[in-house]
């Protein structure tokens, strides 16, 4: 038996797919599915089933394309009732099929549908996949739904990890959403577990009381990206094939021509960027989690055209905004005329920062996350967490007549900042390759 495991780093997911003597099974598979059939073919496998755990909150899902394609049995939990065709997983009643059987266990409280599934082979537990309910070393979350269903959902949870620990200590775990997924009640570890590693270092599992359990797991949550209000509808009523990677080349020219409410996403890196950006445009290099921030930050379904070096691959970029539903990119625009990329920031390493901050007018931004301010403050910074900063706008306590210096963690999100505050009339200079805990460590005094 092997299970691949395929990452999907910036939205902090895994899918995985069990083969066995021939036949394989497909668990909660992204919209990109020809990386998953692919492998399915390479293996020289059939697939047998494809497997949802939950109406997925973060992501598009493959899972019908890849059983049509495919011809496999696609399962989803009895209680999710999406509108298409599918075998219904009620709790404990097995599927059986190509060498596997398949057994369902009701583990609501990411979701109230939720179900985690036991594979068996020869009558032998040999994996349970366990989406958002069981994580390494965490749990997922039990808010996403609205705050009104959150506690209850909690103390399902507290109901339903600890189902899942009573099965073997040798068996191994497999969830779906891990480190980097805002669909987790805290950090979670990476990849897959066993259940007695679980039982052994998760401390949610060491919590008897499940009233205590969901106090521990809406205590501190964290922010919910807001194109997540529309992927559980899209993957209830039914999802679009991808569309293709690639898309027009359009000129600068074009732009004029877009429809209203267009936005210009710039992906170059920011060193490309901070030369010269076009007005009104949005800033974000494209990187694992570029589609996050997109349908983060911009108007969900807005037309999108990106703005790119003249030799980068946008694919990766197309395939992220499809990943989370955004099908609306209306083309490329290639090498931006000197005339036309009049909006610059600046950038600064941590050697230029330091200087900077020092001095007696200096004014500071930091777009880090509530969870990342609690573990480290700048003393004197104007705090807004990016998002925020686009919803709720520029803190009135910055001064348009003077630098605004903007800090994150790595300069990623303060670069995406700074293209915002140039559009609002400010003069951003970025902290790059390093963020606010390497700034605060150098100006903290050591003592021998």
Known sequence: MDIVSFQTPGLGDQSYLLVHQGQSILVDPQRDVERFLATVD?????????????????????????????????VLPAAAAPAYAHTPAFHQEDLTGGGFTVRPLHTPGHTPEHTSY??????????????????????????LLGPERARTLARLQHVSVRRLAGLPRELALYPTHGAGSFCTSSSAGESSSTIGDELAHNPLLSITDPEEFADRLLAAPMPIPAFYRYMGPTNTYGVLPMPHERVPELTVTDLDDQPPGTQVVDIRPRTAMARGFLPGSTGIEVTDDFGSWAGWLLPYGAPLVLVAEP???????????????????RGVVRGLPEHRATERFALADLDAFLPLLDAPDAQVLDVRMPSELADTRLQG???????????????????RARPVLVACATGRRATIAATHLVREGYRPVVLTGVGVPEVVAARTPTHA
């Open 381 to 399: 910074a104007v705090e807004r967490f990016l998002p925020d900063l686009f919803t709720e706008g520029v803190p009135a306590a910055l001064d």
């Open 118 to 143: 036991l594979v068996l082979v020869d009558g032998e537990p040999v994996a349970v996949f366990s989406g958002g309910s069981l994580l390494v070393a965490s749990a997922g979350r039990p808010d």
């Open 42 to 74: 390479a293996r020289g496998a059939d697939l047998r089933f494809v497997l949802e755990t939950h109406l997925h909150n973060d992501y598009v899902s493959g899972a019908r394309e890849a059983a049509q394609q495919s011809g496999a049995e696609l």
């Open 311 to 329: 030799d980068q691959d946008v694919a990766e970029a197309v395939t992220q905004l499809a990943q989370i539903g955004l099908d609306s990119v």
